[in-house]
Each structure stands twice: as structure tokens, then as C-alpha cells.
């Protein structure tokens, strides 16, 4: 356990100034940043034809978060971490040192989660805020309740769902030196989920690592438990699965 600590807090330092720390707070700032400057200009004909729009403001952020910007970049997190170590040939000098195997692997799944957690908490606090700067724009949205809950319920169940996705794409980006290896994967998925979603909620959709954050955020969705467990076991599993053969395999 002292390992893993050890290397978790080498990987957190290795995150100083990087380009997968400066998306973790833009990536989610774009989404709300676009959705705030379309609801700034038509609030009040969203307020006239919906009984509270404020929902319909979390919603159509949280999609596009899920359904494109999340699996992406989630998947541009797992490639970036490792491309730290492919690009300087470090694996030759880390693989060396006198730390069990596995915890440097599993410390490189700490750090990804700690970005996608900082990338949600981003979120949270910039839709929150966006809304309330909606709300005083608009005398329509003024008595309008604000759905905190929908929105911390989101943001915890896509959050999840999305460890299975980024177990599958960081054991990728481990085991290939090729940055574009990962990130083809990944818009592969995206695709595949883009063609599901006008289908409606099928449970495939609940198993496809790439689709579970949007089935975890889509209304009414039946499948919301089974995305939101199977992403949590199956991203534990995986990554267990993954340090344990990552770690008899030797880097050139």
C-alpha cells in the first residue's frame, strides 16, 4: 500500500502544467460556456414553452457531455498519461525501481480518476453558476427552481458510469506506444454510440463502455442502475485485471 501512495503522489506531480490538467477545466467550460451564450440570447422563448427550463438547460449540457465531450475525453486523459511515459522512454527507468509493478500501473489509474473528478466538479459548479447568471438575465426564469438535485445526480452517475470506459482506454494506451492506437478506439465507440442513442435506450446501451454516461443521464432510463454498477465493477475489474498483466510485461 505505501507503493501505491508513493507512486500516486509521483503521478499527481507529473500533472503540474500538462495539457490533460488545462482539459479537465476546459473541456466541461466549453459545454457550458456554448449552452450559456444560446439560453443568454433565447431564455425567454425556452421559458415560454417549457414548465421549467432550468431542467431543460441541465439536460442538454449533461448530453452533450456524455453522449461526445466525456467519452473523449476520458479516453484523451488515458492516452495523454501514458504518452508521459511512452514519449520519454521512462518505462525502461520506472520498471526498475524497487516498487511493486502493479502500483505504478494502478497509480496511473488514480491520477486519470482524479481528472475526470476534477473535470466533474468543474462541471457542477459552472452549470450551477451559468444558471443562476440565466436566471437574473431573464424575469421569466426568476421563480423558476433550480433542479440541484437532477444536477448532483447527474454528475455522480456519469462520473461511474465512465470507470469502465476509462479502464478500457487506459489499459489501450498502456499497452500500445501509439498515441493514435487509444484515441481511435475511442471515437469508434463515440460513433457507435452517436448511431445507437436515435434508437432509443436499448441495453446494449448499458453495457457499451461508450454509451453508459448517457444512458446514466438519459430521462427515465431504465437501465440507469445496471450502467452505473456495471461501469463501477467492470472499471474496478478491469483495472485489476489490467496492472496484474501489465506488470510481467517488459518495455524496449
Not at 451559468?130 to 421569466?140: E, G, K, N, Y
Request: net charge positive; proline share 4%.
Amino acid at each position: 500500500m505505501r507503493d501505491f501512495f508513493h507512486a500516486s503522489s509521483a503521478e499527481l506531480l507529473k500533472l503540474r502544467r500538462t495539457l490533460a490538467l488545462r482539459l479537465a477545466i476546459v473541456a466541461p467550460l466549453i459545454i457550458v460556456l456554448l449552452q450559456l451564450g444560446i439560453y443568454m440570447v433565447r431564455g425567454d422563448e425556452v421559458a415560454e414553452r417549457e414548465a421549467n427550463p432550468m431542467l431543460g438547460y441541465v439536460q442538454i449540457i449533461f448530453t452533450l457531455w456524455t453522449v461526445v465531450f466525456l467519452p473523449f475525453y476520458a479516453s484523451l486523459v488515458a492516452s495523454l498519461l501514458a504518452d508521459l511515459e511512452h514519449r520519454g522512454q521512462n518505462w525502461s527507468f520506472l520498471l526498475t525501481l524497487p516498487v511493486d509493478r502493479r502500483c505504478l500501473y494502478a497509480a496511473k489509474w488514480s491520477a486519470g480518476a482524479a481528472l475526470l473528478l476534477l473535470s466533474s466538479v468543474v462541471l457542477w459548479l459552472s452549470t450551477a453558476g451559468s444558471a443562476f447568471l440565466v436566471r437574473q438575465a431573464h424575469p421569466a426564469w426568476h421563480n423558476v427552481a433550480f433542479p440541484f438535485g437532477v444536477l448532483t445526480t447527474h454528475t455522480l452517475l456519469s462520473l461511474l458510469a465512465t470507470s469502465l470506459l476509462f479502464s478500457v482506454q487506459m489499459w489501450i494506451s498502456l499497452r500500445f506506444r501509439s498515441f493514435m492506437v487509444g484515441l481511435s478506439v475511442a471515437i469508434t465507440g463515440i460513433l457507435v454510440n452517436i448511431i445507437l442513442l436515435p434508437h432509443g435506450l436499448m441495453l446494449a446501451d448499458s453495457l457499451i463502455p461508450w454509451a453508459m454516461p448517457a444512458t446514466t443521464i438519459a430521462p427515465h432510463s431504465p437501465y440507469r442502475l445496471l450502467a452505473t454498477v456495471w461501469g463501477v465493477l467492470g472499471g474496478i475489474l478491469t483495472m485489476i485485471a489490467a496492472c496484474q498483466l501489465m506488470s510481467r510485461r517488459e518495455y524496449r
